[in-house]
Structures are given as C-alpha cells and as structure tokens.
C-alpha cells in the first residue's frame, strides 16, 4: 500500500510516512539505480533472497544494499523466521513513504533535478504521442500561429470532436488573475483525484501530465 493507492480508497488505512533529514537518504532515493532496491520492502515483507530475486540480482549484491538501508534507517528487522535449518531475517520498509526535506538535496543544476524527478517518463510519453499520431495521422493537423509576439506550433484535431480522438495534448500560456489561477490548480487537481479512484487493473495504462506553474521569468 502506498499514499497513491490510498488517494484511490474510499476508507484509505492509515499510511506509515517518515521525514528524513539526511543528505544521504536523498541522494539514495535521487538515483533510481540504488532506490529500486527499497522497492521489495515497500511492497512487504521479506528476506534477503526474495528481494534480489524479485529485482534480478545477486544476493551479495544484495546484502550490500541491504546493509545500505538498514544504515539510513528506511528498513527494518521484522522477524527471523527458521527456514529448514536456517534461521532468516525478515525485513520491510520503516514507512509506506519517505520525505526529505529540499535543503537537503544536491544536484548540479536545475535542469538536472527535473530530470532525475521525470526520467524516463518524458521519452516514453514522447514515444506514446508520436506512436497515436503515426496511427491516426489523418485526425490531426499541426498548426502554425502568433502567440504574445512569440511563434507556436500545436497539434489540434482535425475535424472530429476531441472527446473521439484517442488522445488530448494541449499546452501554452495563459494569463489569468491569480484568484482565478488558484480555482484553476484546484480543479485540476480534482479533476485528476477523481479518475484517480476510479482506477481499475484490468483497464487499459493511460499516461498523464498535468502542470500548471507561474511563469516568472
């Protein structure tokens, strides 16, 4: 369980959440190459050889990792269970989800902290439109047009209503007064919770993007 499922539950259990002060944890959780091995104790339970199994890998590298996060505090001793004549530690995650705080993380530059918090998302959701467009090239145009002095291209639907096209991508200025600016983050954000709960395995993985920010440059 985590807080994403939980968003999704009507009567959501309560969420375990430890804030950690610590420039490790946040280069730890910064690089996806030394945080997927948390991943195992988020999802419950288990020992040294069914993580490493569960992320491919050697259990001496594992114990490595293992011995990592011990030491940063994000998993924890449960048990020792006997498993024929061996006697097995059982560890999980010491919280559901982990804070840490932004004074506390270091990275080279701005550009570089965003793609660290997007990586890979970007390039498949790239991958995705082009692949809707190269399938249905004839419902869309690209257009060409004069935006506060500055050029834009777009894509828009070519004749058919929006709501029958397999996909909607849409971004651009717009200038709003700021009470009307906030009314819009929060509908956003209600818009995206309720589909959110409606979430279901056996549908079909959609990606999303919803970004709204002040442009102050």
């Not at 491919?56 to 998993?75: A, F, P, Q, S, V």
Request: net charge neutral; proline share 5%.
């Amino acid at each position: 369980m985590n807080r994403y499922d939980a968003l999704s539950m009507d009567d959501p259990p309560a969420l375990r959440v430890r804030h950690l002060d610590d420039a490790k944890a946040a280069d730890f959780f910064l690089a996806r190459s030394s945080s997927r091995h948390l991943d195992p104790f988020l999802l419950g339970e288990c020992g040294l050889s069914e993580a490493a199994n569960a992320l491919g890998i050697g259990k001496t590298r594992m114990h490595y990792w293992l011995n990592k996060m011990l030491e940063l505090g994000l998993i924890e001793q449960v048990r020792v269970e006997r498993r024929g004549r061996n006697r097995v530690p059982v560890y999980r995650a010491t919280a559901d989800y982990f804070t840490v705080p932004m004074d506390k993380v270091h990275v080279e530059s701005e550009e570089q902290f965003l793609e660290l918090l997007t990586k890979g998302f970007n390039a498949a959701a790239h991958r995705a439109v082009m692949r809707m467009i190269r399938q249905h090239d004839h419902d869309w145009n690209l257009e060409y047009f004069i935006v506060n002095d500055n050029g834009r291209l777009n894509l828009a639907p070519r004749n058919n209503p929006i709501t029958e096209l397999p996909m909607i991508t849409s971004f651009g200025y717009i200038t709003l007064p700021e009470e009307v600016a906030k009314a819009a983050l929060k509908d956003l954000e209600t818009l995206m919770m309720r589909y959110i709960k409606l979430e279901n395995p056996a549908g079909k993985r959609y990606m999303y993007q919803v970004l709204m920010v002040a442009d102050e440059t």
